[in-house]
């Protein structure tokens, strides 16, 4: 799993992989496009468009991504509402949540992640090859709880 370092305000965060981060979106921080990063991109804030990332990304507890997102390595601790290529691995972390299909050669999901789409795992090549492109669901989680 990632390892993970003190925020400052106590709470543990994932450590990109790769090379030094390179760029951050912050928590108040709203960027609507596309958005090319050569390295490490960490989103504490929230995004939407499409990004692509030449290393890592991580989206943090407190980030939004409602967006393709294209990478070499994804670190999930946030939302995600959209399609995931990751040529290596995708880690979805404890209270993630991920509304998308995803493509990559490794998975780890943790216990208390949310995870609605399809999946397509296995060699780079196919980690390469894409899903069909369906549109994130809109709908919010039923509990099971429900009473008749």
């Known amino acids: 799993m990632a390892l993970f370092e003190k925020h400052p305000e106590g709470e543990e965060v994932p450590v990109t992989r790769g090379d030094k981060l390179n760029t951050v ?3 108040d921080s709203v960027f ?3 958005l090319e990063v050569t390295g490490t991109l960490r989103i504490d804030g929230t995004i939407k468009g499409e990004v692509t990332v030449s290393d890592t990304v991580s989206v943090g507890a407190t980030g939004t991504v ?3 997102v294209k990478t070499k390595n994804a670190i999930i601790s946030g939302t995600i509402r959209g399609n995931i ?3 290596e ?4 972390q404890a ?6 299909d995803i493509v990559t050669k490794a998975l780890a999901i943790e216990q208390g992640s949310v995870f609605q789409g399809h999946c397509n795992m296995g060699t780079k090549e196919s980690a390469q090859s894409s899903l069909p492109i369906t ?5 919010a989680i039923v509990s099971a709880d429900k009473k008749k």
């Open 25 to 27: 979106i912050g928590k």
């Open 32 to 34: 609507n496009g596309t």
């Open 66 to 68: 409602e967006a393709t």
């Open 85 to 87: 290529h990751a040529t």
């Open 89 to 92: 691995k995708i880690e979805l």
């Open 95 to 100: 209270k993630s949540v991920i509304y998308g």
């Open 135 to 139: 549109p994130a669901p809109k709908a």
